[in-house]
């Protein structure tokens, strides 16, 4: 662990992959090199800064790649093309080109810290092209933790299968600030969000995200399954909250049970839903997170 009074520092990076540039955002203690690396995928609906660096005046424990900085990682969070500062094409985004985009960030990170490996988190969607990419490149991956992962019973993609139809007619749409405080409710009880973390993601979020692409959720809604457990051959813990819409014990379990490397956990944390790491579970979260990754 780091000292707790050094400061954080943040660094932008660009990964250029032809005509699409990808945004990277990068905290560290200290200094950057000679320190484990982790890779932070994020979900469906905003990209990576917005997600794991959020600012929360009054509230500093909610910023993830903070906190794993503080414990001694260097940490980069991703922006898939048509996410954030990134590059957004114009057609529908596939899971596939998301996966592409992680590989690419990934060899960019390896190659500017001479990492042969990273540790990865992914979130939501981003289980699913951080799972492609586990499958196709598992030779890069320490340990791989899969957050909040949707299978095609969960009661959220179900809710959303009316609207597919909306989601193929156009790649973009656009969530409105109270759209994205919507994300905090669902199965959650209201005791388990924070109103002024709130309040911060929904600027945040309607701020950098001005349009939304559904390619993701046009995959969700008619690829599943998109990743095979019995094809991630390294370390897993898959973790998500007590009230998560998308991921539960009795709809991921056969997955968990079908991983093929000893070393895998299973973790559910209280007093969270889908939005864990901004909720009020957060700090169990962000503990079991980097246990897993600083393991022996």
Not at 112 to 132: D, F
Not at 195 to 223: I, N
């Amino acid at each position: 662990m780091q000292a707790e009074g050094q400061a954080v520092h943040g660094e932008s990076h660009w990964v250029v992959q032809g005509d699409i540039r990808l945004f990277v955002w990068e905290k560290y203690q200290g200094m950057p090199g000679g320190k484990p690396v982790v890779m932070l995928a994020h979900g469906s609906a905003t990209a990576g800064r917005e997600s794991f660096d959020l600012k929360v005046p009054g509230h500093p424990s909610y910023s993830l790649m903070d906190f794993l900085a503080r414990q001694g990682f260097d940490v980069f969070a991703l922006d898939v093309r048509g996410f954030g500062s990134s590059t957004h094409p114009e057609g529908h985004l596939s899971t596939e080109q998301a996966s592409a985009d992680l590989n690419a960030a990934v060899d960019y990170v390896r190659d500017l810290r001479g990492a042969a490996q990273v540790h990865l988190l992914a979130w939501s969607w981003g289980t699913q092209y951080g799972g492609m990419f586990v499958m196709a490149h598992p030779q890069k991956v320490v340990r791989y933790i899969s957050y909040a992962q949707m299978h095609a019973d969960s009661p959220d993609l179900l809710a959303r299968r009316p609207r597919l139809e909306t989601f193929k007619r156009s790649p973009y749409i656009r969530i409105t600030e109270s759209g994205w405080k919507l994300r905090f409710d669902s199965m959650t009880p209201p005791e388990a969000n924070e109103p002024a973390v709130v309040e911060a993601f929904a600027r945040s979020a309607a701020l950098v995200e001005t349009r939304s692409p559904t390619g993701p959720q046009v995959d969700l809604l008619t690829k599943l399954p998109m990743v095979d457990a019995a094809r991630l051959p390294v370390p897993v813990m898959m973790i998500h909250g007590q009230y998560d819409d998308v991921a539960d014990l009795a709809g991921l379990w056969p997955f968990f049970r079908e991983l093929p490397h000893p070393y895998k956990k299973y973790v559910v944390i209280p007093d969270a839903g889908h939005m864990m790491h901004l909720q009020k579970g957060h700090r169990q979260f962000q503990h079991e997170v980097a246990a897993f990754f600083a393991a022996p």
